[in-house]
């Protein structure tokens, strides 16, 4: 609007702080995400096994040949392991 309205100066005000802003925005975000990433790193792995009968909620490094991993929707496979239908 400011550019029809021959206002270049406002024009590229707007523009310019438009960029800012969305620069910034861009960044934290950014930042956000590496820093989750490195969270996500730090937490170990866990998985549900039916171990005796039962389902137990133990990490990934405490699995033994003979348990049975029950995935869902959105798990992380935590080992090699034989698929059962």
Do not use: H, M, N, W
């Not at 956000?32 to 490094?61: M, N, V």
């Amino acid at each position: 609007v400011s550019v029809v309205l021959g206002q270049f100066d406002d024009a590229i005000s707007i523009t310019l702080a438009v960029v800012i802003v969305s620069t910034v925005a861009f960044v934290q975000e950014y930042r956000s995400e590496q820093s989750l990433a490195e969270l996500t790193k730090l937490i170990p792995p866990r998985c549900t096994a039916l171990r005796d009968g039962k389902l137990d909620d133990i990490e990934a490094r405490e699995l033994v040949p003979g348990d049975i991993v029950v995935l869902e929707t959105g798990d992380r496979v935590p080992a090699d392991c034989r698929l059962l239908a």
